[in-house]
């Protein structure tokens, strides 16, 4: 079998394989384990001798070190070594880099970037010395740039030129020419940063708190100078990763280079206020968006410019137009993601990178332009899906926003909402509703599982893929087990050990098709053994509850296995189908929010989710996946916003009291629609990406009810109280209808 | 600070003997002395909430008070609620209503939960109660807001409201 998928593998093979469990809504195996506390996660393995470290951060912007005066701390009780070396990390790497990120720390790039490492007996002597420690400085951190607004701005790729939009924009009978704003964001998953190391001679073994184990083993062995197959990495639980897990960090090298120089294992965990200061952000953004349409609504200018930072030498620029590419017809188009230098921590990739703010403020463009027009928001949006993706007449492998906007709306209520804003009004508040299209792009990634098939029937999957709350043991296991015919609790699935072949690793929202592609092959190859032995085409083979059946024959498949297990490797990347077909996941948002009259304050009353990204693996985790994306829109439509100090660009809001995720109060009953969709040309399982596409757009559906409540639009995110105030109507006023 | 401080603690019904630094947090004494990992660090400042244990029935965050302080003390981690073997209702209801995620809140939220649902018998108002009078009523506000020092990145609260409800309505008197 090939390995490349170049074909669209219509056959649609798990819908007839006789299980009945793929797409299931089951329990979570690892889910016991978790709610019981068991499941160890990167810090908690029990090593004997177990030395701790804490690193210590720069209290300057940018320069280097002059002096570090490790005699004062290494004397300090339980104290057993002050690292400050050219090998440690001082900028995470961006996700996939599979090489070593910037390393010598004693070159200061940002406010709160690692310098050094202190080590000692006990988590509180290393913690006390590490505050201790002085360190002298050459300070340059007058060179730095720290104004987002005034930086030398220059595209990261060419910008997308279709037409003449000048000329178009003129022309059009309506037209919005806005510039919206986002600030920037943290992933801030629940987990902090943690590694232990611990060598065996020249063997290290990691335990890890990390998304991409394959790639993570490059980035370190190259950080180290020391060959890949020296490093094993270990990370089978993952408290949450959202895009900052997925390169290796500071923690990881610190602590291999103190269990070396110690010759004991070392543990180190970044403090919750040195995960926001020295792991990625995502970067604010400010966005231009032009649309110029017909009198009957059909785009026939569209602009999207972005303006984003990163520190200098790093690629990463955040994707901001990706979804516009696709989206949306219109023959003249500017689209171009503009990056300047900026001295603030490291920008890469937090939760659907581009899409999330890209889509946010495409949304609410798209709204004005409705309103401007005075046609249904729905409406707008159903006039302008291209049917050949512009400028590059690709087909849309397939596309559900159609659905998504029917059936959502009509599950929502959305006829009954007020053409006009102030029209309701619940007590104090206005109350609105709105609704945004969800796109992100569809990724395939190279990726690789070993099946095997135990004599006895058992099944066991083994992948180096990890599952950082997505659902990976679940649908893993769902599909070997639907493929080779056996209940889930005959199913083990191994995950997060370099050991095992590479999977996809947990990013981009590839894991599901990626990895779930290559169990499916593995199986694949098993089924087509196992049909042979039977003495019928694999075609007719039919497994299920461990019995093997087709064309009139039947056998226990242990009596087929003989005694001796079958074990195959699936492999898989991505081939002709991903440059031929135009492949993303869709949805629609539709949110009722209500603005309180006085203050300004905004509380989202409920949300509906509509969502088309192929084969649902598992109803359950897939619909959990949708939900904590709605949930990170809701953060990042009202509340999250990191805050830098523009006099040196240290984060100021750097922990979990002043950078306002969503906490339970906010996040109202939210219902997810999953429409039912085979995407061939995504993957052979027919799945597309799940878990970023809850949160591309939703933030536009926030502000969009906000506008249809109150009649404020806001083009600053996060929509806080003070954006709205100066502009709320009066709260007195008759009520208009 | 290099002087060792002393106390005696019941942890899931064992007593344990503390004799360390006195900068020990609860939370560290639990996961490093007593192995009981169970119980998370998420921000060890008390914002979060992954690290909520029971004290004498009531819930706390682990990470803002000192190991040293808990004297006589009986502690109840997740591990005291139940092993993967054997969940407890509320472990049960939160697999079963996909309560969580990547976990690692977990343990905390279900700390958070089973003393919440005392608090709430106990006629406890809280800041969205209507009437301090007649007690709370358990909407889902009540739940919610009651939950709310409990933070989960991965966004499962919907489901969080949905696991302790099913509790709350097995437990109802028939």
């Known amino acids: 079998m090939l390995t490349t998928y170049d074909t669209p593998d219509q056959r649609n093979l798990l819908d007839r394989t006789g299980q009945g469990i793929i797409g299931a809504p089951l329990d979570r195996p690892d889910g016991p384990l978790k709610v019981a506390g068991q499941a160890p996660y990167a810090a908690e393995y029990d090593l004997v001798g177990c030395a701790e470290g804490v690193l210590v951060g720069a209290a300057i912007s940018k320069g280097s070190i002059a002096a570090i005066h490790r005699d004062e701390v290494l004397a300090m009780p339980g104290v057993l070594l002050v690292l400050s070396d050219k090998a440690m990390l001082r900028r995470p790497a961006q996700g996939g880099a599979a090489q070593a990120p910037a390393q010598d720390v004693r070159q200061i790039d940002y406010h709160g970037q690692p310098v050094a490492l202190v080590v000692a007996e006990t988590f509180e002597q290393a913690t006390a010395a590490a505050k201790a420690l002085r360190i002298d400085y050459d300070d340059q951190s007058g060179s730095g740039r720290f104004d987002p607004d005034a930086l030398d701005f220059a595209p990261g790729e060419e910008p997308t030129v279709l037409g003449d939009i000048d000329e178009a924009m003129s022309k059009a009978a309506h037209r919005v020419d806005e510039t919206y704003r986002t600030e920037g964001h943290a992933s801030a998953a629940m987990e902090p940063h943690a590694a232990i190391a611990q060598w065996d001679g020249d063997d290290l073994t990691l335990w890890g708190s990390l998304q991409m184990v394959a790639p993570n083993v490059k980035e370190l062995a190259d950080s180290l100078r020391i060959p890949d197959a020296r490093v094993r990495i270990v990370a089978p639980y993952v408290g949450g990763g959202f895009g900052s897990k997925l390169g290796i960090s500071h923690e990881g090298v610190a602590a291999a280079l103190a269990a070396l120089e110690l010759q004991r294992p070392v543990r180190v965990t970044l403090s919750r206020q040195q995960v926001f200061e020295t792991v990625n952000r995502r970067s604010e953004t400010r966005q231009r968006v032009r649309l110029g349409a017909d009198a009957g609504g059909r785009l026939l200018a569209l602009g999207h410019e972005a303006w984003i930072s990163n520190l200098p030498a790093e690629d990463f620029a955040e994707p901001v137009t990706q979804a516009t590419q696709f989206l949306y017809g219109g023959d003249n188009r500017y689209l171009a993601v503009l990056k300047g230098e900026i001295t603030r921590l490291t920008a890469g990739s937090v939760r659907a990178p581009g899409e999330a703010v890209g889509m946010q403020v495409l949304e609410s463009v798209m709204d004005e332009l409705a309103h401007k027009i005075g046609i249904d928001p729905i409406e707008l949006r159903k006039r302008n899906l291209p049917a050949r993706l512009p400028g590059q007449d690709l087909p849309y492998s397939s596309r559900k926003l159609f659905e998504a906007m029917d059936e959502g709306g009509a599950a929502f209520g959305w006829s009954k909402r007020k053409p006009k804003p102030c029209m309701t009004r619940d007590g104090e508040w206005w109350v609105g509703m709105g609704m945004a299209s969800a796109a992100r792009v569809n990724m395939m990634q190279p990726a690789s599982a070993q099946v095997r098939l135990e004599a006895d029937g058992r099944v066991i999957v083994e992948t180096d893929q990890t599952d950082i709350g997505t659902g990976s043991y679940a649908i893993l296991g769902q599909i070997a087990g639907e493929m080779l015919g056996c209940p889930m609790d005959r199913v083990e699935v191994r995950l997060g050990d370099s050991r095992f072949p590479a999977g996809a690793g947990s990013g981009g929202s590839w894991a599901a098709s990626s990895t779930g592609s290559a169990v499916f092959r593995a199986c694949e190859s098993i089924r087509i053994e196992l049909a042979g032995r039977l003495r019928i085409d694999s075609e007719a083979l039919e497994l299920s509850g461990g019995i093997a059946r087709g064309a009139g024959k039947e056998a226990p498949v242990t009596r087929l296995l003989a005694g001796a297990p079958l074990e195959r490797i699936g492999r898989i990347k991505p081939g002709k189908t991903a440059d031929n077909y135009a492949q993303a996941s869709y949805g629609a948002f539709f949110c009722e929010a209500g603005v309180n009259a006085f203050t300004g304050e905004v509380r989202v009353r409920r949300m509906l989710g509509a969502f088309g990204f192929g084969r649902v693996l598992n109803a359950k985790t897939a619909r959990s996946q949708c939900l904590g994306g709605m949930v990170w829109g809701i953060g990042g439509a009202l509340s999250e916003e990191l805050q830098f100090d523009p006099r040196d660009g240290r984060l100021m809001n750097h922990d979990l009291a002043e950078y306002h995720i969503p906490v339970n109060r906010d996040v109202p009953p939210i219902e997810v629609l999953l429409l039912e969709e085979r995407d061939a040309a995504a993957s052979p399982i027919q799945a597309k990406g799940a878990g970023e596409l809850g949160i591309c757009g939703t933030g536009g559906a926030i502000a969009n009810a906000i506008f249809n409540a109150c009649g404020v639009r806001p083009r600053h995110f996060p929509i806080t109280p003070d954006k709205l105030l100066a502009q709320l109507p009066d709260p007195f006023a008759e009520i208009a209808s | ?174």
């Open chain 2, 1 to 174: 600070m290099s002087e060792n401080c002393a106390a005696r603690l019941t942890v899931n019904g064992s007593p344990e003997d503390f004799l360390g630094d006195p900068r020990r947090s609860l939370l560290d004494f639990l996961r490093l002395d007593l192995k009981l990992t169970g119980t998370k660090k998420g921000c060890d400042h008390g914002q979060c909430g992954a690290c909520t244990v029971l004290v004498n029935g009531q819930r706390i965050n682990s990470c803002l008070s000192l190991a040293v302080m808990h004297d006589g003390d009986e502690i109840t981690t997740i591990e005291g609620l139940g092993p993967a073997s054997a969940l407890s209702e509320l472990q049960r209801a939160f697999v079963t209503h996909d309560g969580f995620q990547c976990g690692y809140c977990t343990p905390g939220q279900i700390c958070s939960a089973k003393a919440m649902l005392d608090e709430l018998a106990a006629g406890w108002p809280s800041a969205v109660t209507k009437d301090l009078t007649s007690g709370p009523i358990p909407s889902d506000e009540e739940l919610s807001e009651r939950m709310s020092g409990n933070l989960c990145r991965c966004g499962a609260y919907p489901n969080i409201i949905d696991a302790i409800r099913a509790v709350m309505q097995a437990e109802e008197p028939a």
